[in-house]
């Protein structure tokens, strides 16, 4: 596979297989591993600030635990994300988004993932409504109705809807290809960032892509799983191996 056929690789949460999640350090392994992008998690603090950060409080990642939503920034910004496995670095802390944003490598894109509620969506479009090259942003979140109002008040900045599948009683995933097209256009979507569930087919991408929707992917991290979604047309891959993803892409797995 030539480098031309390869789609935008992001790193999932930064290089999360090899730095702490969420991380400026993760990030940064990114931007090493040559990925394209990196793709954050973030939750609106009491006071009103954006940080970076996947889960609703900071035990699992931090040791100790204090609820975003009823915490001042200051009495999260010192916290040091890490666990046994990739301890936390020197420095090591919960990035806002404004640091992010400031960090940013030219040409290198942010897939911004919503984890709280429509409670962030006016200062989130501030943000980024304040930056250059809006192109270089796409908001993504489970909750439609995260996408509809950001769409509303930043139509110019890209968002989709994220989706995982379940299998009904007849062996049917849902939501199925008819339903999710309905939603994207329900909630003026951009595109679908889908789960990479192993049992979806081509054509459930070619009807995404063919109703005028981009079409996205996580979580990937073997090279024989995302030749099967590139087959498909996806427009990225997320993946916690971004240097190593490509690498086997392009010695043809």
Known sequence: ???SSIPLIIAHRGASAAAPENTMPAFEEAWRQGADGIEIDIRLTKDGEIVAIHDADTLRTCGVRKIIAESDWQQLENLMPGNPDKPSQPGTRIPRLSEILADLPPGKRL??????????VETLAE????????ERFTIISFHQDVI???KELAPGIRANWITDFRLDPSGTLTPGPEMIIRTLKKISADGLSGEAHPILRADFGE????????YHVWTVDDSATA??????????????LPGKLRED???GY
């Open 1 to 3: 596979m030539n480098s």
């Open 111 to 120: 897939f911004i993932e919503v984890k709280c509620g429509v409670e962030i």
């Open 127 to 134: 943000h980024l409504l304040g930056e250059a090259g809006l």
């Open 148 to 150: 509809r109002s950001f």
């Open 207 to 214: 009807k995404i892509i063919t109703a005028g929707f981009d």
């Open 227 to 240: 030749g099967k979604f590139i087959a498909a047309g996806v427009s990225s891959l997320t993946t916690n």
């Open 249 to 251: 892409l392009l010695a």
